[in-house]
C-alpha cells in the first residue's frame, strides 16, 4: 500500500514570512513528485511538480526533494493571504497515477 | 485557455438511484482520469481511460461504476445504484500526451445521496 503522509495543519504563518509544507512517501521506487494547492470546495491545481533530488524554484515556490530519507518539501517565499489552501502532496511511481496525501491546511494572517 | 469542464456542480440523488456524471476533457488530449474525494479526506483514484478503453482502475471503482466517451467531447461517470457513502466530490482529469505528468482537473461535481 502506497502511502503519502502530511501533517494536516493548519499550519498558520504571517504574511510576508516563508512557509514549510512537508510530505513523506513509503513508495522508494516512486519517481515523480507533485505539489497541489486546494482552496476549499475546489479542485486540486497544481503548482510544482519535480523528478530529481534537489531544489527545484519555480517565483515564490521551492520544491524540494530527498529520496534518501523518502522526503519532499514545498517553500512558499513572502506569504500571501490568497496562499490560504489546502496543499496536496503527490506522488507517482511507474503508471501515470499519482497517489495523494491529505493535504496541508495552510492560514496566512495579515 | 483551454479546460475542463464538468457537469453537473452539485448532483442530489436518493440511494439506489443511478447518476451519470458528465466531464469534457481538454480537446487534444488522449488520457482521462476519474477521482474522488469525501469530504476532509485525501484525492483517490477511481480509473483512467485510453483509446476508448480502461486502462487501470483501483479498488474503489467496482461493478457499480462504468466509464464511457459516447462521442469525441465527453466523457461520463455513472454509479448504478448509489449508495449513502458515494457521496463526495468528483473530479475529472485529463492529459495530452503520454511522456508528460500534468493532468488537468475540473472544477469537480458535489454528489449527496440521500
Known amino acids: 500500500q502506497k502511502e503519502v503522509e502530511q501533517n494536516s495543519g493548519p499550519l498558520s504563518v504571517p504574511e510576508g514570512a516563508i512557509a514549510s509544507l512537508n510530505c513523506t512517501y513509503s513508495?522508494?521506487?516512486?519517481?515523480?513528485f507533485f505539489w497541489y494547492r486546494q482552496y476549499s470546495g475546489k479542485s486540486p491545481e497544481l503548482i510544482m511538480s519535480i523528478y530529481s533530488n534537489g531544489d527545484k524554484e519555480d517565483g515564490r515556490f521551492t520544491a524540494q526533494l530527498n529520496k534518501a530519507s523518502q522526503y519532499v518539501s514545498l517553500l512558499i517565499r513572502d506569504s500571501q493571504p490568497s496562499d490560504s489552501a489546502t496543499y496536496l502532496c503527490a506522488v507517482r511511481e511507474g503508471s501515470y497515477i499519482p497517489t495523494f496525501g491529505r493535504g496541508t491546511s495552510l492560514i496566512v494572517h495579515p | 485557455e483551454p479546460e475542463v469542464t464538468q457537469t453537473p456542480s452539485h448532483q442530489v440523488t436518493q440511494m439506489g438511484q443511478e447518476v451519470i456524471l458528465r466531464c469534457v476533457p481538454i480537446s487534444n488530449h488522449l488520457y482521462f482520469y476519474w477521482y474522488r474525494q469525501i469530504l476532509g479526506q485525501k484525492v483517490e483514484f477511481l480509473v483512467s481511460f485510453y483509446n476508448n478503453e480502461i486502462s487501470e482502475k483501483s479498488e474503489i471503482f467496482d461493478d457499480q461504476f462504468s466509464v464511457e466517451r459516447p462521442d469525441g467531447s465527453n466523457f461520463t461517470l455513472k454509479i448504478r445504484s448509489t449508495k449513502l457513502e458515494d457521496s463526495a466530490m468528483y473530479f475529472c482529469?485529463?492529459?495530452?500526451?503520454?511522456?508528460?505528468?500534468?493532468?488537468?482537473f475540473g472544477p469537480g461535481t458535489r454528489l449527496t445521496v440521500l
Open positions: 482529469a485529463s492529459r495530452d500526451r503520454q511522456n508528460t505528468d500534468t493532468q488537468y
Open positions: 513508495d522508494r521506487g516512486s519517481q515523480s
